[in-house]
């Protein structure tokens, strides 16, 4: 009676031929992982021990094995006439059973049996291994007694790659360089920076969180979690702690998962992932392709709609018409075979050393139904032995042509060719494959590496497929691209539309971004930007000022041309100011030639007519003076009114200063003594005009030399315009100027002062002290007031000075003698004065 063909297995699966190549595939994965491993050899194994769970998306890893080797053996360039076989053992994911198969390899039974050799003949001259890395590391240490090369076509690992550890394993797996900076492109692409991380606690795991993370940390993109999870092998631990609930990441919808297929299942399993709310789950390995047949709930299949996957593109030549040419009776020896057909088909092969009631049909093929399982898609590892069996054989085609003497073919079952022979070889090994990639062993080799994007979508109520929605190269971290059609995503359901993960929304235009205290950088506050600056991007790190001549507009967003402005005419202030010059210097006008029609009068004829002229023509031309203030500056206005006010106020002053002396000399005249007479005489008082202006010409002239005033422009006083303005060149310059008409103001004040008790009948020293202290209130008022303005009030305030002092000389002097002349002439006449 017949085993039942759901318990039969074989050990291992051989072909024989000339040379042989060890392999081992993780096609079955034992159920039972809880048995104590002290116990292994103690006593009979479990019952269980012999109960599997079938992976057969690992079974197409198996099917290109096949097809490499027969391509090969139909090469006849290649080999010299002798033929390749291998020799299969399942690799278990169980730490307890690792070196099962590598034991049975070795001594040629089932009984492992170390270091004792049952079948010489069958000894393998290469290793092909994967896809773990755990597993490639351990039965490497026992292979390396035995100086026998192991080729990983597994992912390639760091630490496999150190030579002093492990000398004889080589890996046919490029680094995997792309494969984070693809996951941050895609971050990046969709503004998602909120991300959880789900990595399986392995080498692996820990080298992809530890890249992954510092990519992440130079784009700004933020880690919410991290769950690490032990991987399928651990299946009989129990987490410390309990997994994160994704519920109350609300924000998070985007997940990162790191792991293998079965890592995937046991930990959706395990944790009862699937009640949480559905998110988006970028899968950095290619397990969605397998989803479909390695789960059995349907619940399951359903969470990871609308999730993202990367897989490399990969094309072997002539294998997708060699799978579809597949039949039930195509390779009877090979239980794994045989047990395929019966679990995807549900029919038993013929020849099948077990019962099962269902003969499969004539006609089946993959090409028929391959629904439950997708062959047809190449995996990564399935192209990475295409690549290793194709590397050894040229590796032993090399070696052989070496060999100066070839044995006779009865000897080639002995040991001929050694494993330790092969290495040389290997290690050199460089060639194209036919699908134009180069195949070597060089770890630094720089390739392009193209993955596909794809989506997992629903298809029917019950199954779902993959959609290739877009494509990332990568060669180096300068030379990459990223393309993806977001038209073609379908979102998990729950979303309506893109989905967004992130801490906080984005700062528009505006607003800058403010960091929490102790808070990662993608979590802050938008605040608005300060005066004069903007922000006219999104999630700005700072506000940026307007440049001087700008000004930012009410919302922040962008810089608007400040107007440019003046102290002009047609400025309310400016006509203000226009007006009242024009006025004074039309009273100034009228008061002169009030003075020239009564020359002749007493009044007019007292203190010196001519110097009377002289200050109201200085007087008008401080009037005139302030019209060089009011209008657009140009470099002539600007030193015209600075000169022409320092030079006709100091004619002004010094005319009053005359005038002062004038009157003292006069009463001095009435007393004894030759000397004062002498002086007011011959006029001596006249010469004070000509010294003092010559001063203020010396410094006036100095003023021009060093530092003359130039145009210059205010962008500071206010916040719409750019004022045009004289700068006056050299400050000190011009308090100099300033000090030296206080000082003529001053002595003129104290002269008329210290008289103003005289005789009144030609003394007009209380209007001249009157006159001199309104200017002085007025200059001394000047100057504070004048450092606390700014643009054209500035300007202003030097203009209503001007016409102030000079009101104040022109009304405190000549305002009385006008009252006298015109409304009381019986004043004005010899008789009243005497």
């Known amino acids: 009676m017949g085993i039942s063909c759901f318990h039969y297995r074989e050990p291992s699966n051989y072909m024989e031929a000339d040379i042989i190549l060890g392999t081992f595939i993780p096609i079955h994965i034992p159920l039972d992982l809880t048995q104590n491993v002290q116990n292994l050899f103690d006593s009979e194994p479990s019952p269980l021990w012999n109960t599997f769970h079938w992976r057969w998306k690992n079974y197409q890893i198996l099917l290109t094995l096949y097809f490499a080797i027969e391509e090969i053996n139909k090469d006849s360039q290649l080999l010299s006439n002798m033929t390749l076989g291998f020799h299969v053992y399942n690799a278990f994911n169980s730490n ?85 900076q693809g996951v941050i492109s895609l971050l990046k692409y ?72 079965d890592d995937l299942l046991l930990f959706c399993n395990d944790n009862q992932v699937v009640l949480a709310r559905g998110k988006v789950w970028i899968m950095a390995k290619q397990h969605l392709i397998y989803l479909q047949s390695a789960a059995e709930e349907d619940s399951v299949i359903k969470f990871f709609r609308g999730s993202i996957s990367f897989s490399k593109t990969r094309t072997i030549p002539g294998f997708k018409c060699f799978l579809e040419n597949l039949t039930p009776s195509q390779y009877p020896g090979d239980f794994y075979y045989s047990k395929f057909w019966i679990d995807n088909f549900l029919c038993s092969p013929p020849a099948l050393p077990c019962k099962y009631p269902k003969p499969c049909p004539a006609n089946i093929s993959l090409r028929i139904k391959h629904e439950k399982i997708d062959m047809m898609t190449i995996s990564e590892p399935s192209y990475s032995i ?90 180096s971290p300068e030379d990459q691209g990223f393309f993806i059609n977001e038209v073609l995503i379908k979102w998990p359901s729950n979303f309506n539309q893109t989905p967004q993960s992130v801490c906080a929304q984005s700062c528009g235009p505006g607003f800058w971004k403010v960091p929490q205290e102790e808070r990662p950088v993608c979590c802050f506050s938008c605040v608005f930007c300060p005066e004069r600056q903007i922000s006219n991007q999104t999630d700005q790190q700072e506000c940026l000022f307007c440049p001087i001549q700008q000004y930012p507009n009410s919302e922040r967003i962008q810089c608007l041309p400040k107007i440019v402005t003046f102290l002009s005419f047609e400025d309310p202030l400016g006509m203000a100011l226009a007006c009242t010059a024009l006025f004074c210097s039309v009273s100034t006008t009228a008061v002169l030639g009030i003075f020239l029609k009564h020359r002749e009068s007493p009044i007019v004829k007292a203190n010196n007519r001519t110097l009377s002229y002289i200050l109201l023509i200085s007087i008008l031309l401080c009037f005139l003076c302030s019209f060089f203030f009011i209008g657009r500056p140009n470099t002539a206005s600007c030193i015209l009114q600075q000169m022409t006010f320092a030079l006709v106020f100091t004619l002004a002053l ?15 005249v009435m007393k004894p003594g030759r000397t004062m007479r002498r002086l007011f005489v011959s006029g001596v008082y006249n010469a004070v005009l000509p010294i003092c202006v010559l001063i203020q010409l010396i410094l006036s002239g100095v003023w021009l030399g060093t530092s003359p005033p130039y145009i210059d422009t205010d962008v500071h006083s206010e916040h719409y315009h750019v004022i045009i303005l004289c700068n006056k060149g050299s400050v000190t310059a011009f308090y100099c100027v300033l000090a030296y008409l206080g000082t003529l103001a001053l002595g003129s004040f104290t002269m008329a002062f210290l008289v103003r008790n005289l005789p009144d009948t030609f003394n007009e020293a209380m209007f001249l002290t009157f006159s001199m202290l309104v200017f002085c209130s007025v200059w001394v008022t000047f100057i504070p007031v004048y450092q606390s303005t700014k643009g054209k009030a500035m300007v202003a305030v030097e203009v209503f000075s001007i016409l102030a002092s000079s009101a104040g000389l022109l009304g405190c002097i000549f305002l009385p003698k006008c009252y006298i002349i015109l409304l009381r002439p019986e004043k004005n006449s010899l008789r009243y004065i005497k």
């Open 96 to 180: 307890k059973r690792t070196l099962e198969g590598p034991l049975m390899s070795l001594s040629g039974r089932s009984d492992y049996i170390p270091n004792y050799k049952c079948k010489t003949q069958h000894k393998a001259l290469g290793i092909i291994s994967g896809t773990r890395p755990g597993f490639s590391a351990a039965i490497g240490t026992l292979l390396e007694l035995y100086k026998v090369p192991q080729v990983i076509y597994g992912p390639f690992d760091t630490e496999l790659s150190d030579k002093e550890t492990f000398p004889s394993l080589y890996q046919m797996s490029p680094k995997d360089r792309g494969l984070t």
């Open 190 to 261: 969709f503004g998602w920076n909120w991300v959880g991380l789900f990595v399986v606690d392995d080498l692996k795991g820990k080298e992809f969180l530890s890249h992954l993370k510092a990519q992440m940390a130079s784009e700004d993109i933020c880690v919410a979690f991290t769950q690490t999870f032990p991987g399928y092998w651990k299946l009989g631990l129990k987490y410390a702690v309990g997994l994160v609930d994704l519920n109350q990441h609300t924000q998070v919808n985007i997940q990162i998962f790191y792991g293998d297929i």
């Open 386 to 475: 295409w690549n290793s069996v194709y590397a050894v054989a040229q590796a032993l085609h090399k070696m052989l042509l070496s060999k100066t003497e070839m044995r006779s073919k009865e000897d080639r079952n002995t040991d001929w060719i050694l494993p330790w022979q092969l290495h040389p070889f290997l290690r050199k090994i460089k060639v194209t494959n036919a699908a134009g990639d180069e195949i070597s062993f060089d770890e630094n080799k720089n390739i392009m590496e193209m993955y596909d994007i794809q989506n997992f979508v629903e298809h029917t109520k019950h199954k779902s497929l993959l959609v290739k929605v877009g494509k990332f190269l990568f060669k």
């Open 654 to 668: 010094s005319t009053v200063l005359a005038k002062t002396l004038t009157v003292i000399l006069a009463f001095r």
